[in-house]
């Protein structure tokens, strides 16, 4: 029996831990996202909805552009970072009651510490880039929700040319989304070591 336990905590335990990265990074980017839906640009907020909207664009465009094309640690550092620094955004701001100073704080040490894992594992495969094409993937289908939503905020007050550009960038950020949670399965399938 401990022989088989062993061989499953080697071989399976890494799908149990990507799962549980899945799910807190999806409750933190599903968080962060319904936090900033309802803000128009006269909001005094406008601007958090603007940084956090471009984190996510960019750790979902580097997560969705991965390819033997462009540099693999280029790809895998600014999607780590920024992916990283979203979750630790959302992190330090639970833990600090929210207060803004925490936050920044923890989007810093967030993205130093995914920059710094994304720029080492680059040339590997394995858990930690899978992890990274994860949350990338996951940041992409926030930026796919958020731009949909404001397509459909444009439809109701029929802003069409800004409608259909909000439409483009959701299809393209769910094809984002599509190819890094390819990536990360690709990853995790090819090794099953950290």
């Known amino acids: ?97 929210q207060a803004p100073k925490w936050a920044v704080i923890g989007a810093v040490i967030g993205g130093a510490i995914g920059a710094i894992i994304g720029f080492c594992t680059a040339r590997r495969s394995g858990f930690w880039q899978s992890a990274i ?11 796919a929700f958020g731009f949909g939503t404001w397509m459909f905020a444009a439809i109701t007050v029929n802003r069409w040319m800004l409608a259909g550009v909000m439409g483009l960038l959701t299809g393209l950020y769910l094809w984002f989304t599509r190819r890094a949670l390819g990536w990360s399965y690709r990853q995790i399938q090819s090794k099953h070591q950290p």
């Open 1 to 97: 029996m401990g022989h088989y336990y062993r061989h499953f905590l080697r071989h399976q335990g890494w799908y149990v831990l990507l799962a549980a990265i899945a799910l807190f990074a999806f409750h933190a980017v599903s968080t962060l996202v319904f936090s900033v839906l309802g803000l128009s640009p006269s909001s005094s907020q406008w601007g958090l909805a603007l940084v956090l909207g471009s984190f996510l664009a960019l750790a979902g465009g580097a997560a969705g552009l991965r390819s033997k094309r462009l540099p693999p640690r280029l790809t895998s550092m600014v999607s780590g970072a920024l992916s990283f620094a979203v979750l630790g955004f959302f992190s330090a701001g639970q833990l600090g009651a």
């Open 133 to 143: 094409a994860l949350c990338g993937g996951l940041c992409a289908y926030g930026a």
